[in-house]
């Protein structure tokens, strides 16, 4: 049946794929909305659940024209169930069953690892609501605000989109998971997140932009290959989820961008390069800057898990997880004879191998985030040669400050070299954010809510939010 391409706001759970016709499905997602409430009013944006902002909400799933702005208290944003269209004779497209009609429901034999799959990414959305929600007290302006708010509601519905799936396709385990996912809380030593980085703290603006460009970006990975699993319902889901997904990576980069111009525009106008002048004049210097790019893209490179992986390789042959753009390569989509270049530290070098290309491919996925970390961090670049400022940011080596996979338990310089733990110590806080960078940054944290102003550290945006202007009041405090 095909989903209607409008949202049905009629119904207490918006949605497009009509969950009014199964009673149970309806019921038990009726039960758990209260709950997600509550948990959204406990552990979302903190202290301005009551305050309007100017939010888009989806409204239909087709490409063009999907989002309407408006006024809304967080707490009433409508969040739904939203697949994109399904695509007439799909098939899955990779793996052991490549050719069979895509599923519709879960495969017996993959109902474990499916709902493990599922439950780890469902995981995130929550957690990263939680790392942020002290960040509202201390926005560089009302633009940033709005933006953060959006970013919130939106892994919210994220959150959403994996229960469905959870409710729909899983049965009593289903529903377990689904309550696990609002007991949970990020960095809590009995309940902590599933995921490494989802436990790290979030303290200031400067960590979250890192965060929304290199953590939502890893987000934007994952969700790829699952976009393009065997299994339609959460294939549908994931493609959906990215057309949201690429919000949160522009505010990571145009956030960074700004902040990478305010300092170039400090450095310019007081003639220096020195980083405590920078300081001096209430900027992020750049090799602050460094620091701080280095830990949140280390953290997230992690989040790729093992160079080599017998569960990524059957997360493949299943036809559950495929690669990034799978539909798009030319080859056999099988993978059973082919290699992949993997670059692990072996004694005291590191060296590259082929490795068969169905236990390399959380590498290779990694790899190509790799890439798209870098053209951002290009545009950066640009930003600073722009200005006549000789300086580069760049990404560290893989195999820096890594704590899973080949490289846990190493040690590697951010320019790629192998060293011993006390050369490492030595330099550590060369390369990695310090208690003073971080109290300095900390300090910075002032609230500027009036609308049009931007804190002295980041730069105004170069354009507002639907066609707004950049003064709009984009969240009413009064
Ligand atoms: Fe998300
Ligand atoms: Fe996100």
Redo the contacts with the bound molecule.
């Keep these: 049946m095909p989903a209607p391409e409008k949202i049905d706001y009629t119904e207490r759970i918006p949605n497009n794929v009509d969950i009014a016709q199964d009673r149970r499905l309806l019921r038990a997602l009726e039960e758990w909305q209260p709950r997600f409430l509550n948990w959204w009013s406990e552990m979302g944006p903190e202290g301005f659940q009551a305050k309007e902002a100017y939010l888009r909400t989806a409204i239909s799933v087709d490409s063009k024209g999907w989002a309407h702005f408006d006024w809304v208290k967080m707490p009433e944003y409508r969040w739904g169930i939203f697949l994109a269209e399904p695509e007439a004779g799909r098939a899955v497209n990779f793996g052991a069953h490549k050719g069979q009609p895509a599923w519709q429901e879960v495969p017996g034999e993959y109902r474990a690892v499916l709902r493990r799959l599922i439950v780890t990414q469902g995981d995130t959305?929550p957690a990263?609501v939680e790392q942020q929600r002290h960040l509202g007290r201390t926005c560089p302006s009302l633009y940033d605000l709005r933006n953060l708010f959006q970013?919130n509601v939106?892994?919210g519905r994220?959150l959403w989109a994996m229960v469905y799936l959870l409710h729909a396709h899983f049965g009593r385990d289903g529903r377990e998971e689904a309550e696990q996912l609002l007991q949970r809380r990020s960095g809590d030593r009995d309940k902590p997140r599933i995921l490494g980085a989802f436990n790290e703290k979030t303290p200031d603006w400067l960590a979250y932009l890192m965060f929304?460009y290199f953590t939502?970006r890893d987000?934007k990975y994952q969700l790829c290959s699952l976009a393009e699993s065997g299994f339609d319902p959460l294939a549908r889901t994931c493609r959906f989820m990215l057309t949201?997904?690429a919000h949160?990576?522009f505010v990571g980069e145009t956030g960074i961008g700004r902040v990478v111009q305010r300092t170039c525009e400090l450095m310019r106008e007081h003639k220096t390069s020195d980083p405590g002048d920078v300081r001096k004049q209430g900027g992020i210097d750049l090799p602050t800057l460094q620091r701080y790019l280095n830990f949140h893209y280390s953290v997230s490179l992690d989040l790729f898990g093992s160079e080599v992986s017998t569960n990524a390789a059957n997360f493949y042959t299943f036809g559950l997880k495929g690669r990034f753009e799978e539909t798009k390569k030319a080859d056999d989509h099988l993978l059973r004879e082919a290699t992949y270049p993997v670059t692990r530290p072996d004694g005291e070098r590191l060296v590259t191998r082929e490795e068969p290309a169905l236990t390399a491919l959380n590498e290779r996925l990694r790899d190509d985030y790799i890439a798209d970390c870098q053209r951002g961090v290009d545009r950066w670049n640009q930003v600073i040669r722009k200005h006549g400022i000789d300086a580069e940011l760049g990404l560290p080596h893989r195999g820096f400050h890594r704590a899973i996979g080949a490289f846990a338990g190493v040690h590697v310089t951010p320019d790629g070299r192998m060293v011993g733990e006390v050369d490492w110590k030595a330099r550590r806080d060369a390369w990695l954010p310090t208690r003073e960078d971080e109290a300095y940054v900390a300090s910075l944290m002032q609230p500027v809510v009036e609308p049009g102003r931007f804190a002295n550290w980041i730069a105004a945006p170069a354009r507002g939010v639907d066609g707004k202007p950049i003064e709009f009041e984009y969240v009413r405090l009064a």
């Design positions: 959305e990263s970013v939106e892994e994220h929304t939502d987000g949201e997904e949160h990576m």
